[in-house]
């Protein structure tokens, strides 16, 4: 079983930059993909950006596309993610996700077996 703690979230202007980061301990696999999701209160938690571990590959929701930007740091186990441009309708709570095999349907949350506890991001307008 892997652990996720998940950092970074908090209170930003509209305009503003944010970066989450997430560790990963345990005994993650090479072949994992690292995501992340987020969830608006009422809203189903969306798939936000992913990265296939051993490639490097990486995967976004479109909408996010150009604002967003998925990495990871083999030596420290963490994958970040840099968010810019934040508008309002950013807010919500900010989830990581790992699931020890690639998996094409990567943006599912039914996809991941491990989550972590989520951090806030609120962004003023």
């Known amino acids: 079983q892997v652990r996720l703690e998940e950092s970074g979230g908090g209170l930003v202007q509209a305009g503003g930059s944010l970066r989450l980061s997430c560790t990963a301990s345990?005994?993650?696999?090479?072949?994992?993909?690292m995501a992340w999701f987020r969830q608006a209160p009422g809203n189903e938690r969306e798939f936000v950006a992913a990265v296939h571990w051993s490639t490097g590959i990486t995967y976004y929701a479109s909408s996010l596309k150009g604002r967003f930007t998925i990495s990871r740091d083999d030596v420290r186990n963490t994958v970040s993610l840099q968010m810019n441009s934040l508008r309002s309708e950013d807010t919500a709570v900010y989830y990581c996700a790992h699931t020890p095999f690639f998996r094409a349907d990567y943006s599912e949350t039914n996809s991941y077996s491990d989550w972590g506890q989520g951090t806030q991001v609120t962004v003023s307008s």
């Open positions: 345990g005994r993650p696999f090479s072949s994992r993909i």
